[in-house]
């Protein structure tokens, strides 16, 4: 269970400029419901919209506030590629499947896009995204996936910027050049998941804050959730509950690791099927809730998450 003082959110800018919101109300007493999310993050918030978009039951218990962890204080970063980079993913999976990958990632950013206009979220959404080299080395390495981005992936959307060119966006002798990306972009994390929440609440999903999963069992081919306030019956239940899961090492003999291969026509192995309970099924998040720097719900490759040798600046494009 959640540190039982980590009940509202902290200081942060992001709390600070917060826009107005509902307060969702603790469950109390006992309900039932088809989908169980654990979790009131960017994980199990864009697991329950499209749910309860599509006319499916579905209800969300969070342990604190809305966007409490990393969803709401990330740097709110919406980026296109990955936090290891292309070429990792390309020696684990091969060119073929990579550009796989590469296509979620580009298709996740148009998903957040689509979602801000169409549900009308307030949290600063701006396009334009550079990469900066501070060193000759970032400079060769950036010229040299520029290159390999626009033959292998089809990204003739980037804009390569010498440092004169930079020096008109950043206005600073610092930097070498930059890889200009007017696709990916920046917004304000905690205002992005709370229109998530409000969009996921309006198409019928029930949202319970304050309310710490503390146990579950197996009830009549389903779940049962145990709350300190209340229950839930379900038959799905899914844990995206980041690495705020108290109960993580009851449920760690039913994880299966997620493999490095992915199907050609299907998503990652990124959710683990638990042993099934009748028609019951229980999906462990196998993620954070903003993999990578983005902040969007997507995939990510089995590599490791070593930060990139160059820098970056969000710069509004023109």
Not at 89 to 99: F, M, S, Y
Not at 175 to 182: I, S, V
Not at 210 to 218: V, Y
Request: charged fraction near 15%; glycine fraction near 8%.
């Amino acid at each position: 269970m959640i540190h039982p003082n980590f009940k509202e959110y902290l200081p942060s800018y992001y709390f600070s400029t917060i826009n107005p919101h509902a307060a969702y109300p603790k469950l109390e007493g006992r309900l039932k419901t088809e989908t169980c999310v654990i979790g009131g993050g960017l994980t199990g918030l864009c697991t329950a919209l499209p749910l309860a978009e599509n006319g499916r039951e579905v209800t969300v218990l969070e342990a604190a506030r809305i966007g409490f962890g990393a969803s709401g204080r990330s740097g709110g970063q919406v980026i296109s590629d990955y936090a290891c980079g292309m070429e990792e993913i390309e020696k684990q999976v091969g060119l073929e499947q990579a550009r796989w990958f590469w296509q979620q990632s580009l298709q996740a950013v148009e998903l957040v896009d689509e979602r801000v206009k169409k549900h009308q979220i307030a949290c600063n959404w701006q396009r334009g995204y550079a990469t900066v080299a501070i060193r000759p080395q970032h400079w060769e390495e950036l010229q040299q996936w520029h290159e390999h981005a626009r033959q292998h992936y089809g990204a003739t959307h980037y804009q390569l910027w010498d440092k004169a060119t930079l020096k008109q966006q950043l206005a600073s002798d610092m930097y070498l050049g930059a890889q200009f990306d007017p696709h990916s972009g920046h917004l304000h994390p905690l205002n992005y998941t709370l229109g998530i929440a409000r969009a996921a609440a309006e198409a019928g999903a029930q949202i319970f804050e304050q309310s710490p999963m503390t146990r579950i069992e197996p009830y009549q081919g389903g779940w049962l959730v145990h709350t300190p306030d209340g229950s839930i019956e379900c038959q799905n239940l899914v844990y995206a509950v980041n690495t705020y899961a108290g109960l993580h090492q009851k449920f760690k003999s039913l994880e299966k690791k997620p493999s490095p291969s992915a199907p050609s026509s299907s998503p990652p192995n990124r959710w683990a099927n638990a042993p099934k309970n009748s028609s019951a099924t229980t999906w462990l998040s196998a993620t954070t809730d903003t993999s990578s720097t983005t902040t969007a719900s997507v995939p990510t490759a089995a590599c490791s998450s070593a930060a990139k040798t160059t820098s970056s600046s969000t710069i509004p494009t023109a």
